[in-house]
Nanobody, 125 residues
Framework: QVQLVESGGGLVQAGGSLRVSCAAT?????????MGWFRQAPGKEREFVAA????????YYAAFLAGRFAISRDNAKNTVYLQMNSLQPEDTAVYYC?????????????????WGQGTQVTVSS
């Protein structure tokens, strides 16, 4: 089991940037898990954003991002990051990190084993 804690959310103007972080605080070795970021806007289903191989060898992104976001990880710090650039109001959501032993390119929330509590990102127009 691993516990995940997100941080770094907040309010940003359209066109701005924000980096959210997710730290693994206990349990099984962080580097054993592939990691993903998801988001959920009010009234919408949770959707896949990005995923990264457990050793950081590969990444995978949702098509709608159009290259604006970047996922990375530092296994020495037990942390995964999501750098978000050119933010738009439609990016407003609660952002969640999740850990999985499924294939690293997994996009289904149900295939992830552990979740953080989420961090709110609000983009104003």
């Amino acid at each position: 089991q691993v516990q995940l804690v997100e941080s770094g959310g907040g309010l940003v103007q359209a066109g701005g940037s924000l980096r959210v972080s997710c730290a693994a605080t206990s349990g099984r070795t962080f580097s054993d898990y592939n990691m993903g970021w998801f988001r959920q806007a009010p009234g919408k289903e949770r959707e896949f954003v990005a995923a990264i191989h457990y050793r950081g060898y590969a990444t995978y992104y949702a098509a709608f991002l159009a290259g604006r976001f970047a996922i990375s990880r530092d296994n020495a710090k037990n942390t995964v990051y999501l750098q978000m650039n050119s933010l738009q109001p439609e990016d407003t959501a609660v952002y969640y990190c999740a850990a999985s032993t499924a294939p690293w390119y997994e996009v289904l929330p149900g295939r992830y084993d552990y979740w953080g509590q989420g961090t709110q990102v609000t983009v104003s127009s």
